[in-house]
Nanobody, 123 residues
Framework: QVRLVESGGGSVQAGGSLRLSCATS????????MGWFRQAPGKEREGVAT???????FYTDSVKGRFTISQDNSKRTLYLQMDSLKPEDTATYYC?????????????????WGQGTQVTVSS
């Protein structure tokens, strides 16, 4: 059974930092590329960052220079370091896995999803 479980969300003030984790199981981790997505109330889910097996990364423009995606293959765990957080970063954050669309930031390209973790940034 495929499982992706996010953790590390919380409430911080603007300018603060959080580190999200995504623990995975039930599939061949090294065969998939991973991504972080977020969804704010009333908005569509959007791609935030992706990473592939060669550790090539891609970020949406709004988080470049502030967020860092990484992974530990031995632990089957994906991370998102979020620094200089802004109120507009407030959302539920999801991790996801894709077999065929590495580097893609469209939710439809991803097969497996976690349940999400809430990030709230206050001004």
């Amino acid at each position: 059974q495929v499982r992706l479980v996010e953790s590390g969300g919380g409430s911080v003030q603007a300018g603060g930092s959080l580190r999200l984790s995504c623990a995975t199981s039930g599939y061949t981790y090294s065969s998939y590329c991973m991504g972080w997505f977020r969804q704010a109330p009333g908005k569509e889910r959007e791609g935030v960052a992706t990473i592939d097996s060669r550790r090539s990364t891609f970020y949406t423009d709004s988080v470049k220079g502030r967020f860092t995606i990484s992974q530990d293959n031995s632990k089957r765990t994906l991370y998102l370091q979020m620094d200089s957080l802004k109120p507009e970063d407030t959302a539920t954050y999801y991790c996801a896995a894709t077999r065929w669309y590495c580097g893609g930031l469209f939710p439809s390209q991803y097969s497996y999803w976690g349940q999400g973790t809430q990030v709230t940034v206050s001004s």
